[in-house]
Nanobody, 128 residues
């Protein structure tokens, strides 16, 4: 399984961006998918996730109310709509996916170590 992410760029504070991530092939497996980000000198942090069972959505505290994660109709794509962007959102954004089973999917998608498939990363830069 490969992940292809796209949609990063340079914007001003308050602007919006839309990131997309697609699994390399259609699959009948239920994949949990998520976005993480990593700023220079910082740990990779959870941004938003979509569980593979019920497609429930989970968000990191710093993006709640500003970012929205959603699945495409084929369910093998995930989109991250980022509104009201702030300079502190500047980072490389990574898409991740796994078909592992979680006892608590809403918790599982928040953990970086849960994921065994990662996209190449896309740069998001927000200027003040």
């Amino acid at each position: 399984v490969q992940l292809q992410a796209s949609g990063g760029g340079l914007v001003q504070a308050g602007d919006s961006l839309r990131l997309s991530c697609a699994l390399s092939r259609r699959t009948s497996s239920s994949f949990h998918m998520a976005w993480f980000r990593q700023a220079p000198g910082k740990e990779r942090e959870f941004v938003a996730g979509s569980t593979g069972d019920t497609y429930a959505t989970v968000y990191g505290d710093s993006v709640k109310g500003r970012f929205t994660i959603s699945r495409g109709s084929a369910k093998n794509t995930v989109v991250l709509q980022m509104d009201s962007l702030k300079p502190e959102d500047t980072a490389v954004y990574y898409c991740a996916a796994t078909s592992k089973a979680f006892s608590s999917p809403r918790l599982g998608v928040k953990a970086r170590e849960s994921f065994d498939n990662w996209g190449q990363g896309t740069q998001v830069t927000v200027s003040s």
